[in-house]
């Protein structure tokens, strides 16, 4: 009884405390909220600060400190936190936030200590990776993109953060902003891809799904920028390693989607394992506190990575933990995941005067502040409603938007004598590959929560449609074993003893539909590769049933752009499927066989070869940009490979055709600062369907030299056959222009190009000058 009196005490004082500040009129802090009209934030702001003044220095510290739970791992276990010592932890209110615990019942456990038994009965802010979904997965988020749909992704975040939210969740770890042109990488399939204009749409797009119009509502949950700054530039794209780019690359490409993401409203930011410019960016200065939360203003907090702030030790950064714990809280990471090292050292590091206690107070004020926007002191447990979590939980709504998400993030890559649709009548179907019965693959990696087995195979989508006769085989195994999550992925490299039974069905088929790729588990985090074909021995797979029948749909699954060059020349029809979550297999038959005509654009170049990567359609010309005479090495190529990607950004074919013209540029700069393109989008096929108009810029030269091609805008049209659209796309100075080297947004004079089309090669284009 006493314990729980505590708390109700602590908001009756707030209560008191905040109603005597809203009334006064003359409390210089109060001007200024009131005068941005928010005073709902006024009222929290004073909140935090009547707690703050009853917290004691190693309470306040507490609320920097996030625990993993008990079960669930999402990096390399910790030598310290055993349970005892997390819950003492929690009874004295030395923990802020705890991640990978989820579920009402086991949320509650752990909110149940930190409000009923702790002294001041702070709740705790419950952290999880809900990355494309809790239970319900969606497509994972580079599959997502290639919809270019904003308002399906929003929809799917917000989808993700209801199931999310009903388990207790109060934040995930998401949207992971980070550019990548290097699909080595296994974490591209986190992000939105290779472009930095999609990926601040995108971005935007996500925070607003997780975070809804109001956080304190119970199906919203806060979101998390991810990973601040420049992970997905980590040499060789080997993970964590080491970024090393310029001030331009970092103004012009990396910060743009965090800027969004800002700017939409994102609560919180997390920073990231790889360091830059030799500082790990956990205890970079220069990122979090001048660039986030001095020049952007941002009043949210910043969670380290999974023990980053320990590993400042193995970067070579600090000397010991102590110095760690210091450099990132001097350098502005407010929350410590998993290094046990602000709960250890901090109050310490105060004491002897190497932190400064305004760094704690300020940290604690960021944490309070997104708990009071979450409603976390208004009712600690209004998350944890055991009736609401069975009702949501992998519910029916929950279902069919994830079916819609993954059809619209389908690309169909090529369809040569319009294989597909597939006839629904009389056909033969020979179906081929591991993953096309695989029902946990198509969870891919992030799927802590999702029960394996729980995803729509090939096989069961194709399955729906009874005029067709199918047969399946294996052919042979992608991997060997279960993969997990936190194991290294066998691949069979040796095994062919099923192809036999593939070739003869294959013989038999009228068509046969391949399913290859990379299993769920091989890309994500840690799982970076070297080579970027099929994996395995799918490659020699294809060419055998290629042998029997040429009739071939290869339906790709994977995380990453993969090298298909010898599909591309010989296999008349590819779609490329990701994993694309539980509802996988409905989503491939519909579009196989038509009921949903493909819209999907590539968010990331296909290589033709690993050794071209990291490969990007917004590259810099160089000085020898093309062939000088015949024969003549003297210029920017490979000797063994063109330089231009498979397939490019932004390609994505459609069961109807489309055809671009009639471009216009209004240039209205000089006045309205202006420049108005406007193009004709024509269905010139069969079908109904929809295009993604996509509209590119070069600026011709500069004090400082931009891409041969930027994306500054594109819209999705659907339209009917023989239906016309005129569509308009408005450039302004934010399209127009670039950061110098200066750190200054400029737009310079001079002489401009605009592209408009299907994809980046888009060649309808027209000149303007500023
Ligand atoms: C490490 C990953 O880099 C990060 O993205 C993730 O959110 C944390 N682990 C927590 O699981």
Same mark, same amino acid.
């Given at each position: ?26 409390d ?8 941005t ?18 917290m ?49 019942k086991?949320?509650?456990s ?65 949207p ?15 992000g ?38 420049a992970?997905? /530039? ?6 964590y ?16 989607p /965090?800027?969004?993401? #800002? ?9 990231s ?17 001048d ?51 602000y ?10 005067? #190497? ?39 992998g ?31 009389g ?57 997990n ?89 590819i ?55 015949p ?9 063994d ?22 471009i ?40 400082v030299?931009?891409p ?5 805008? /594109? ?33 310079e ?22």
């Amino acid at each position: 009884m006493k314990k729980v009196a505590i708390p109700l005490l602590v908001c009756l004082l707030i209560v008191i405390i905040s109603c005597k500040n809203e009334n006064n009129s003359i409390d210089k802090d109060l001007a200024i909220n009131s005068s941005t009209a928010n005073t709902k934030v006024t009222s929290i702001e004073d909140k935090v600060s009547a707690l703050l003044s009853k917290m004691t220095l190693e309470e306040k510290i507490g609320q920097m400190n996030q625990y993993n739970g008990f079960w669930d791992l999402t990096g390399p276990a910790p030598k310290e936190g055993d349970a005892a010592k997390k819950y003492e932890h929690l009874r004295k209110g030395y923990v802020g936030s705890m991640l990978n615990v989820r579920g009402v019942k086991e949320v509650r456990s752990v909110q149940k200590i930190a409000v009923e038994e702790s002294r001041l009965g702070i709740p705790l802010i419950i952290g999880f990776d809900v990355i494309h979904g809790y239970k319900t997965l969606t497509p994972i988020p580079l599959a997502e993109s290639a919809s270019w749909d904003l308002a399906a992704i929003k929809t799917s975040a917000e989808m993700a953060a209801l199931e999310a939210s009903a388990s207790g969740i109060n934040w995930t770890f998401a949207p992971m902003v980070d550019i990548s042109r290097d699909a080595r990488w296994g974490r591209v399939m986190e992000g939105a891809g290779e472009d930095t204009y999609l990926g601040s749409k995108i971005a935007e797009a996500r925070v607003k799904g997780f975070q809804g119009e109001d956080l304190s509502t119970s199906n919203t949950i806060v979101a998390c920028a991810k990973h601040f700054a420049a992970y997905g /530039f980590a040499e060789a794209g080997r993970d964590y390693n080491t970024a090393d780019i310029g001030i331009s690359t970092l103004n012009n490409v990396v910060l743009p989607p /965090f800027k969004a993401a #800002k700017d939409a409203g994102v609560r919180t930011f997390m920073n990231s394992f790889n360091e830059l410019n030799g500082i790990p960016a956990t205890g970079d200065k220069y990122l979090q506190r001048d660039i986030l939360k001095e020049k952007w203003n941002f009043d949210g907090f910043i969670v380290s990575d999974w023990g980053s702030i320990t590993e400042m030790i193995a970067h070579g950064h600090a000397k010991d933990g102590n110095h760690a714990a210091e450099l990132a809280a001097n350098a502005g990471s407010d929350m410590d995941m998993e290094s046990y090292l602000y709960v250890n050292e901090l109050a310490k590091l105060v004491k002897e005067g #190497k932190v400064k206690e305004a760094v704690i107070e300020d940290a604690a004020r960021r944490i309070l502040r997104v708990k009071f926007e979450l409603g976390l002191f208004d009712d600690p447990y209004k998350y944890l409603d055991e009736a609401r979590e069975k009702e949501i939980t992998g519910s029916k709504a929950l279902n069919d938007a994830a079916l819609d998400m993954a059809k619209k993030s389908i690309v169909l890559l090529k369809n040569e004598k319009q294989l597909l649709p597939l006839k629904k009548e009389g056909q033969k179907i020979a179906v081929i590959g591991a993953l096309a019965s695989d029902k946990t693959s198509p969870l891919g990696s992030w799927r802590i929560a999702a029960e394996d087995n729980s995803a729509v195979s090939v096989l069961e989508g194709l399955s729906a449609y009874k005029g067709n006769t199918i047969t399946y085989a294996k052919g042979a195994d992608v991997v060997i074993g279960e993969p997990n999550f936190t194991t290294e992925v066998k691949i069979n490299t040796t095994n062919k003893t099923e192809f036999g039974k593939a070739v003869t069905i294959a013989k038999n088929a009228d068509v046969v539909i391949m399913v290859l790729g990379e299993h769920g588990f091989q890309s994500g985090e840690g799982r970076s590769r070297t080579e970027l074909g099929l994996p395995g021995v799918q490659q020699e797979l294809l060419e055998a049933v290629y042998k029997a029948n040429k009739n071939i749909v290869l339906v790709l699954n994977n995380g990453r752009p993969l090298t298909i060059n010898w599909a591309d020349q010989n296999i008349p029809a590819i779609v490329e499927a990701w994993q694309l979550g539980t509802q996988s297999g409905n989503a491939i038959a519909q579009i196989l066989y038509g009921d949903y005509n493909p819209s999907g654009k590539l968010p990331m170049s296909f290589p033709r070869d690993v050794g071209q990567v990291p490969i990007y359609y917004n590259y810099k010309n160089t000085g020898r940009p093309s062939l000088p005479g015949p024969d003549v090495v003297f210029w920017s190529h490979y000797q063994d490979e063109k330089n231009e990607p498979l397939y490019v950004f932004g390609h994505g074919l459609s069961y109807t055709t489309f055809k671009y013209s009639n471009i216009k540029v209004k240039n209205s700069y000089k006045g309205s600062k202006e420049v108005t393109v406007s193009v004709t989008l024509t269905n010139t096929g069969n079908y109904r369907g929809k295009e993604v108009a996509q509209l590119y810029i070069r600026d011709m030269y500069a004090s400082v030299t931009r891409p041969v091609r930027e994306l500054k805008g /594109f819209e999705l049209v659907e339209l009917n056959p023989s239906e016309s659209k005129n569509i308009e796309f408005v450039l302004t100075e934010k399209e127009l222009g670039f950061f110098n080297n200066q750190n200054e947004f400029i737009v310079e004079p001079g002489d401009f190009k605009v592209f408009v089309g299907g994809d980046s090669k888009a060649n309808l284009e027209l000149k303007f000058t500023l």
